[in-house]
């Protein structure tokens, strides 16, 4: 570990806590995302994160929540093995019953078949239940507290957000087709405060469904004052304030 007078910095931090957790997100990506959300302490409002698959970002956003106050609220299908399928192409796609209904995930932009063999498959022989493994991912480095997960999408979320729910770090990391990427825009920023950040990962790098939603929505916007890419594959863009008169 780095260590400056006995303190350890941010970054080693980070790089211990996701130790050993499969997931797409790249240290770098959540460095950014834990510098933005401790620049949000302050304002009201909580964390939320689409698309959370076994913790890996959440585990950072929680450390975060721990140490500026509030929540994260992931939303995510969690789906089971049994609810993917193989499409035409040969690529995957899932739908999940819930509460008796039925919610499709990367039905636009599917999952390749080589990622979902060597990187989605082998997960369940570990983990059958990936919202226990998501759990048991934070309950392991004392994080739990700080996290509320939905099983769900964000429509299902919305439709269960109490009144006067703000948030001040939108992450978005689930399904990449554009219209689930502009649904998850369209639905969540309503709640997004003024110095807010959303944050989208896979942005300019390959996934024509981000790219699109985010020019789109987000680019060109007088909503938001502050556009950039981050990373190699992190675009952040902040909620504007409103003009002093
Ligand atoms: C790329 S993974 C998230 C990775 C995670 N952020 C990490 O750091 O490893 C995308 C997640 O989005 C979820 N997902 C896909 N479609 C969804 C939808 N329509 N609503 C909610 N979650 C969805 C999947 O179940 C999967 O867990």
Known sequence: ???????????????ALVDGVPGWSP?????????????????????????????RSAIVLAAAARDTGGRVHCIDLFPARDDWRCNTDGSYSCSVEIDGRRYG???????????????LAPRYDETPDILEGFHANLHARGLERFVAAHRGTTATFAASALPGFQVRLLFIDGDHGYRAVVDDIDRLV????????????DAGSGYDGVDRAIADRILNNPGFDVTAQMTRKCFVARRARPAMR
Do not use: H, K, N
């Open 190 to 201: 309503p709640y997004l405060v003024p110095g807010g950040w959303i944050c989208f990962d």
């Open 1 to 15: 570990m780095t260590t400056t007078g006995g303190a350890t910095s941010l970054m080693s931090e980070i790089e």
């Open 27 to 55: 240290v770098d990506e959540l460095f950014t995302l834990s510098l933005l959300a401790r620049a949000t302490v302050g304002l009201p409002g909580d964390l939320v994160e689409v698309g959370s698959w076994l913790g």
């Open 105 to 119: 995930g990367y039905q636009e932009q599917t999952v390749w078949a080589g990622p979902f063999q060597a990187q």
